[in-house]
């Protein structure tokens, strides 16, 4: 089992640096910086195994109407795969794709939040992979019941419902949201700072060895990066700083977890 850890750090938005642990906690580096993309940014890269091969989800831009994919073979070498294209005129800001490959249908997804406004206010929506090689998309499809401003969010499936893990910009904490199905109706079930993780944005989770899941956060007012776990996704233990010198150093990434 290896964990791999995609971010961009406070040295370099423009860099994607790669890691690796094999217990989820320790990560050292295996390559970076390890891509640098045509666009020039590539905050909030979002990592996932597809088909053999590595995939990215990453912003890119401020003020933008897109989001795009990156591939590797190996974790090492990274190109440029596509840019996905919102396609309606209403969207000002495309921010923090992220992955979510659903076990009901094996589908690959991506959720990336919206904004109707210059920076705001935010709503996710679900573009879905219409071939194997992930470059067709159809979308956008808003999560319904996720609003009217939280950012940063990350699916989850347990217990036979959906979670979604996202920050309200309006408080800065990260609340807890569930629903039947992935494009909802979704209801929020904790809500504020429910688990005591402070102001914190760029939830990310993967799963334990022990079948635990584990919450990384990027703590952006602090230079923290925290992880906090839990067995039911309801109650969560004390946020730890991330090891190693990452905490401090990385920024909004994600986990994968490859078996």
Known sequence: MRYVFTAFTN????????????????????????????TGLV?????????????????????????????????????????????????????????????????????????????????????????DELTRWSGPVELAGIGPNHIDTFLVHHGGEYHAFAKNETDKVVEHAVAPALTGPYRFVDTGDFAGWGRVEGPALTVLPDGRHRIYLDGYTTSRYVYSDSADLRTWSPPRELPGGLSGSVRHGSVFREE
């Open 11 to 38: 040295g370099s938005e423009s860099n994607m640096y790669v890691y690796e642990s094999a217990d989820a906690t320790d990560f050292t580096l295996l390559h970076g910086p390890a891509y640098e993309p045509p």
């Open 43 to 131: 905050r909030d890269p979002s990592v996932t195994r597809h088909g053999g091969r590595w995939f990215v989800a990453h912003t890119t831009g401020w003020e933008t109407g897109n989001f795009a994919l990156a591939v590797s073979d190996d974790l090492i070498q990274w190109r440029h795969h596509t840019t996905v294209e919102v396609g309606v005129g209403w969207v000002r800001n495309t921010w923090a794709p992220e992955f979510f490959r659903d076990p009901a249908t094996g589908r690959q997804h991506v959720v990336v939040s919206l904004s109707t406004g210059s920076y705001g206010p935010f709503r996710p929506h679900l573009f879905t992979a219409e071939d």
